[in-house]
Nanobody, 115 residues
Framework: QVQLVESGGGLVQAGGSLRLSCAAS????????MGWYRQAPGKQRELVALVTSGGTLVYADSVKGRFTISRDNANNTVNLQMNDLKREDTAVYYC?????????WGPGTQVTVSS
């Protein structure tokens, strides 16, 4: 089992920045990837960014150049630096951890971008 706890969401004006953090605990030694997904009202959950155990970074096209994902293996955390936020970035952001055959999710943190 893997437990994930997010922090760092909130309200920000368009053009501003936020940093999300996710702390992982439990059986984290076999994680193949960690990352962030988001879900806006009335929309499906979508990938924002992830980092694999080998260091490969994957970003959604909509956030490339604005968001940066990083993983701190020593502290078992994954962070998402979000710059130049837009109203369309408003969503609940979920931390995700992957093992073979399993997806683990955090409870989510709200990010609201105002105009």
């Amino acid at each position: 089992q893997v437990q994930l706890v997010e922090s760092g969401g909130g309200l920000v004006q368009a053009g501003g920045s936020l940093r999300l953090s996710c702390a992982a605990s439990g059986s984290i030694f076999s994680l193949s990837a960690m990352g962030w997904y988001r879900q806006a009202p009335g929309k499906q959950r979508e990938l924002v960014a992830l980092v694999t155990s080998g260091g490969t970074l994957v970003y959604a096209d909509s956030v490339k150049g604005r968001f940066t994902i990083s993983r701190d293996n020593a502290n078992n955390t994954v962070n998402l630096q979000m710059n130049d936020l837009k109203r369309e970035d408003t969503a609940v952001y979920y931390c995700n951890a992957k093992q073979i055959g399993y997806n683990y999710w955090g409870p989510g943190t709200q990010v609201t971008v105002s105009s």
